[in-house]
DNA sequence: TTGCACCCTGACATCGTGTCAAGGTCAAGC
DNA sequence: GCTTGACCTTGACACGATGTCAGGGTGCAA
């Protein structure tokens, strides 16, 4: 398989395709005699996996340690666990920092009239 | 006053200031004679102003917009309220995005016994 | 005068991703 | 066999916000 059918088949984009390949994410493929790289279904496996832990917010270095986890057989669990749980934690601390700032916006915006006027309690605090 | 102390005044790094500088977010401040940057209260009042909305999640384009309002004596707060809302509602569907992240691989390590064991749900969810 | 703290510019790095350019390859249809 | 269009290759530049470092000038106090 070319690249482009990799990229439509595990939903990664050629170009991080190229990527992950350039920072060790993913093996460098078997190459044709034309030079286009050749991928099986491992491949497209391995770069699906990637595409679920990116769309669950891990960075290349957390997706780095649980492929190395998910291709070792004899890891324990444990370990992907606590991975998941840190990331998780911190997931929980970004959307609480958004919705603390959501929510001071909303209390300007709040106390603003939103008319012609051009007093405005929003410019004021930010302005503090 | 020196770069240093506008930057200790505003809470924005002498990197940053320099950048808002080069961007247009901050006008360039007059120069002494060894070349030296010279800021003055405005200066440093429009830095914090930046650094405000920088922290309630507020990008580059968005603060330019702030602060052409903010020195827009004659502006309609309404424009203000229109963009505080629009941001509290991106802020609001970026924490609910990551909220639900989080959701997910909790459910994920829940099902995870995380022992000495191998077998791993975490794992299996992410290679779907 | 010496030394230290401060300032200047410019460049490189990060992270994930897009896009473009210049060129090679392949398969289908004529 | 040749043309055409879709696909592949590498490399480079870009974003946005920020850090850091290098090489050199300035200002002030002892």
């Given at each position: 398989m070319n690249i482009g059918g990799a990229a439509r088949a595990s939903g990664v984009s050629e170009r991080m395709i190229r990527h992950y390949e350039k920072i060790g994410l993913v093996p460098a493929p078997a190459r044709r005699g034309s030079g286009y790289r050749d991928y099986g279904e491992d491949d497209v496996h391995r770069l699906r996996f990637i595409a679920n832990a990116r769309d669950l917010g891990f960075d290349t270095g957390e997706i780095g340690a649980l492929l190395a986890l998910w291709s070792d057989?004899?890891?324990?669990?444990s370990e992907v666990k606590a991975l998941a749980l840190a990331r998780a934690e911190e997931l929980g601390r970004k959307a609480r920092r958004l919705e603390e700032m959501r929510r001071s916006l909303l209390h300007l915006a709040d106390e603003?009239?939103?008319?012609?006027?051009?007093?405005c309690p929003i410019l004021r605090g930010l302005a503090d």
């Open positions: 057989r004899g890891r324990a669990s603003c009239r939103g008319d012609e006027r051009p007093d």
